[in-house]
């Protein structure tokens, strides 16, 4: 579900909206790690709850600077390649 979220937020149209997909992303993993805990799956469950609280929240803040830069590039490659058309 995270892997989910963090491959749309590579999308650079989604913008804004990538926040808030991310939170209830990062909200409904923590709850299914602790359910998973609770149920006898500690290690997975401590692993999901960690993901949830780490790894999510790095990547939505992360992931949509690193597209907003290879966007950047792609345009300014092509305001390059319009140049030296001319």
Same mark, same amino acid.
């Given at each position: ?5 963090? &491959?749309?937020?590579?999308? =650079?149209?989604?913008?804004? *909206? ?10 409904? %993993?923590?709850?299914?790690? *602790?359910?998973? &805990? &609770? ?11 960690? %993901? =949830?609280?780490? &790894?999510?929240?790095?990547?939505? %803040?992360?992931?949509?600077?690193? =597209? ?5 590039? +792609?345009?300014?490659?092509? +305001? ?5 058309? +001319?």
């Amino acid at each position: 579900m995270l892997l989910v979220g963090v &491959a749309i937020a590579f999308v =650079s149209v989604g913008g804004f *909206i990538v926040w808030l997909l991310g939170v209830p992303l990062c909200f409904a %993993a923590f709850a299914l790690g *602790i359910l998973g &805990a &609770a149920k006898g799956k500690t290690l997975a469950g401590v692993l999901l709850i960690l %993901a =949830s609280m780490t &790894a999510g929240p790095v990547a939505f %803040a992360i992931v949509p600077m690193v =597209s907003l830069q290879a966007k950047f590039q +792609r345009d300014q490659l092509e +305001r390059n390649e319009k140049l030296h058309h +001319r």
